[in-house]
C-alpha cells in the first residue's frame, strides 16, 4: 500500500471527522444547544448529550473506516490532482482573458484541447 503523507493524512482524518459530524448532526445540535451559554455548569447539565455525541461519532469514526477512507484518497489522489491541475490552468486563462479584454471564441472546448 502507498504511504499517504501527513497532510494527506490529517485531510483524510478532517473529512472522516466531518462526515462522522454530519451524520450525528442532530446529536451535536442538541449538545451545542445545552452548552449554549455554560461554562463552568456544562458538564454536569449536558454530560448526557455530549456522551450520547461522543458515542454516534465513536461509530462513525472507526479504524476500519478510517482505512477505507485512505484507500479510496490513494485510489482517487491521481485524478484528484490532474483535476486541480486543469482547474488551475483553466482559472489562470481566464484571468488572463479578462485582462486582455477578450472573449474566448468557444467556451464549450475543454481547456487542455485548447492547448493542443
Known amino acids: 500500500m502507498e504511504a499517504l503523507s501527513r497532510r494527506e493524512e490529517e485531510d ?3 473529512q472522516l471527522k466531518k462526515d462522522a459530524l454530519a451524520a450525528c448532526s442532530d446529536l451535536v ?3 451545542a444547544d ?3 451559554g455554560r461554562t463552568i455548569t456544562m458538564p454536569f447539565k449536558c454530560g448526557a448529550q455530549h456522551e450520547a455525541m461522543n458515542a ?4 462513525h ?3 476500519e473506516r478510517l482505512d477505507a477512507a485512505k484507500l ?3 485510489a482517487n489522489r491521481s485524478e484528484r490532482g490532474r ?3 486543469e482547474k488551475l490552468y483553466k482559472e489562470r486563462h481566464e484571468k488572463l482573458l479578462r485582462m486582455s479584454g477578450r472573449k474566448d471564441d468557444n467556451p464549450n472546448i475543454a481547456y487542455s484541447e485548447r492547448q493542443a
Do not use: H, N, S
Open 56 to 59: 454516534c461519532t465513536k461509530v
Open 29 to 31: 445540535r442538541e449538545f
Open 34 to 36: 445545552c452548552a449554549r
Open 72 to 74: 479510496d484518497y490513494i
Open 12 to 14: 483524510v482524518q478532517a
Open 83 to 85: 483535476q486541480a491541475v
Open 61 to 63: 469514526m472507526t479504524e
